[in-house]
């Protein structure tokens, strides 16, 4: 994977941490009302794992020395 080398403020991330966060729960909650199997259902369980990853990233970037 190519990096950008590009740092951003703890500040930034925390926002976008907080940004992320909050949609992933609005996602989880629209997810209750699909039908598992359904295109809108596995719409937002791919949602929810892109989420997922970038909190990941977040934190782990958010968490550098």
Do not use: W
Request: glycine content about 4%.
């Amino acid at each position: 994977m190519k990096t950008t080398g590009k740092t951003f403020k703890p500040e930034d991330l925390a926002d976008a941490l907080k940004t992320i966060a909050s949609m992933a729960s609005k996602i989880k909650k629209a997810q209750a009302h699909h039908v598992k199997g359904t295109p809108q259902y596995t719409l937002c369980k791919n949602r929810l794992k892109a989420l997922r990853i970038a909190i990941a990233l977040i934190k782990k970037q958010h968490h550098r020395p």
